[in-house]
């Protein structure tokens, strides 16, 4: 895959790495667009789908730890979850221990739409490996638990640069 060489100078020593996020930034899009039309799920701006994912794994989260765990601008956050209210996927309660917070979980439809947009994945990724080589879906199987390790990784690489860099917590689209 081509890149710019002068995006090297930011990033010295992580030419190796370049082809491997690409092709899995790449299949990500391809997979959130597939999976949509095969689920038949109204498609949401990226950044409301990031919030309605941290909502379903953690059902009764703040604005502020979406904000925080999606790496998102709270105020993008606020809006999403407006949006998200609106199309019945999310609904909010007011914290008991602290009347002035807000809680968000999901609704039943939004689990529905989670599970089924899950089996849509699964079914893409089955019938994209049924023509390959057996070697090649066996490196894919073995990948999972090392594509994990590496998501926890990047958790903890991401928080020790907000916390040290004092980046932005706006991430790319």
């Known amino acids: 895959m081509s890149h710019d060489a002068s995006v090297d100078q930011w990033h010295p020593g992580t030419d190796e790495w370049r ?25 949401v701006p990226p950044t ?16 502020h730890e979406i ?16 949006d998200l209210c609106r199309r019945g996927l999310v609904s909010k309660t007011t914290d008991p221990q602290d009347r002035r917070r807000v809680l968000v979980h999901p609704t039943p439809q939004a689990i529905d739409n989670g599970r089924r947009i899950e089996s849509a994945w699964a079914h893409l990724y089955a019938q994209a490996v049924a023509g390959m080589d057996p070697v090649l879906v066996g490196l894919l199987r073995a990948a999972t638990p090392a594509l994990l390790a590496l998501d926890d990784r990047l958790d903890a690489v991401v928080g020790a640069d907000e916390a040290t860099n004092g980046a932005s917590t706006t991430a790319p689209g």
Do not use: K, M, W
Not at 19 to 40: E, P
Not at 68 to 78: D, F, K, T
């Open 67 to 82: 904000a925080a765990v999606g790496l998102l601008q709270q105020s993008n956050v606020s809006a999403a979850v407006t």
């Open 19 to 43: 082809d491997l996020a690409i092709v899995v930034h790449q299949l990500a899009r391809r997979l959130r667009q597939q999976s949509l039309a095969l689920a038949r799920i109204d498609a």
């Open 48 to 63: 409301t789908a990031e919030v309605l994912r941290v909502i379903v794994n953690r059902p009764g989260v703040s604005i």
